[in-house]
């Protein structure tokens, strides 16, 4: 007698999913149950992933609407993780109805059978896991001595990166900037190492580590103010320019999430349009040991993000892996 004997198997046409019950994760319970240390530590894992073949992560495709904004899906799968699934949303007219400018959504799918498992709120992961990774550059890149930063804007990402700083590096102060002082002002105050100031090429001229987040589309600084080995990161994205000066990023040495950051947008970063993928390095390869990091205490180091599906299939099983562990979250019927 076959097994199929032994065991009749409903045709397909009788089978119906019936009512599953899905976890579910709000902003604040997300942000409740995401440990910083550990996403730094695997986002680190995740870079080796990537460069190794061990993540699924194909390219984003993007929907316009016109005249308000646009919509990004992102999806990721590592074997041992949940499937992952991000939308976000980006329409900066937002932040003029007090909503952020930024909005996401993530899904978890169990890979053995492709059931929701977990649906998440995608908003504040977008923010953590971009700084999370500049600030994960800046570990693996920058100097071990490294005591002044500059963050140059205060929003989303200037408050993450703010946050995020001080686990990498024994900082002795943080200079904030941004195009409006009195933002920068409310931003300072959230640390005792941050103080606000308007003299930007002064904050770079000093630091050993600068973080441009702003959300620009021009450059915020000049490469002139970089000093011998500091180390600098961009996280902004406003193509068909941006934040991080061109020459900086064609005259020292440039590192990248994967080496699609140097397609056409929104793939890849305007900045880094014209130039050859072969200049850049993959953190991944770093993290790997496949290529050098850091190659001397006066080498200036640049890290230019794009923000990839790995980062948030990180963070997204992170947070649900402490909920489920903790019994966090609610329950909804699907």
């Known amino acids: 007698m076959s097994a199929a004997e032994k065991h009749p198997v409903k045709a397909a046409f009788e089978i119906k999913k019936g009512t599953r019950h899905v976890m579910t994760l709000s902003e604040t319970e997300v942000e409740k149950h995401l440990d910083l240390q550990e996403l730094l530590d695997g986002l680190e894992e995740g870079f080796r992933g990537l460069e190794s073949g061990e993540i699924q992560s194909p390219p984003r495709p993007k929907l316009s609407v016109n005249g308000k904004g646009f919509s990004l899906a992102m999806l990721a799968w590592r074997p041992g993780m949940q499937i992952t699934v991000k939308i976000v949303n980006v329409f900066d007219g937002n932040l003029d109805i007090d909503l952020p400018n930024h909005l996401a959504l993530i899904n978890l799918f169990d890979p053995n059978t492709g059931a929701t498992s977990c649906v998440m709120d995608g908003t504040y ?3 953590i896991r971009t700084a999370a990774a500049a600030v994960l550059a800046a570990r693996m890149l920058s100097r071990k001595g490294s005591r002044i930063a500059t963050v140059i804007g ?5 408050r993450e990166h703010l946050r995020l700083l001080p686990l990498i590096r024994d900082l002795e102060h943080v200079n904030v900037c941004s195009i409006r002082f009195d933002d920068a002002q409310k931003l ?4 005792k190492i941050a103080r606000a100031t308007t003299d930007v090429e002064a904050a770079v001229r000093e630091s050993d580590i600068v973080c441009l987040a702003a959300h ?3 450059p915020t600084i000049k490469p002139e103010w970089i000093k011998p080995g500091a180390h600098v990161s961009s996280v902004g994205y406003c193509p068909p320019n941006g934040e991080l000066p061109r020459d900086l990023a064609r005259e020292h040495r440039l590192f990248v999430e994967t080496l699609d ?3 056409p947008t929104p793939v890849g970063c305007g900045e880094l349009s014209g130039l050859d993928a072969s ?3 993959t953190l991944g390869a770093v993290a790997l040991g496949r290529k050098p990091g850091r190659l001397s205490d006066v080498e200036i180091t640049v890290y230019k993000a794009m923000g990839v599906a790995m980062e948030d299939m990180v963070a997204a099983n992170l947070t649900y892996q402490r909920a489920k562990r903790a019994g966090g979250g609610d329950v909804m019927a699907w």
Do not use: H, K, N
């Open 125 to 127: 992961i977008t923010g």
């Open 154 to 158: 205060a929003g989303v990402q200037g």
């Open 188 to 191: 300072a105050a959230r640390s």
């Open 216 to 218: 620009s589309p021009t």
């Open 261 to 263: 950051a140097f397609q």
């Open 279 to 281: 200049t850049g390095t």
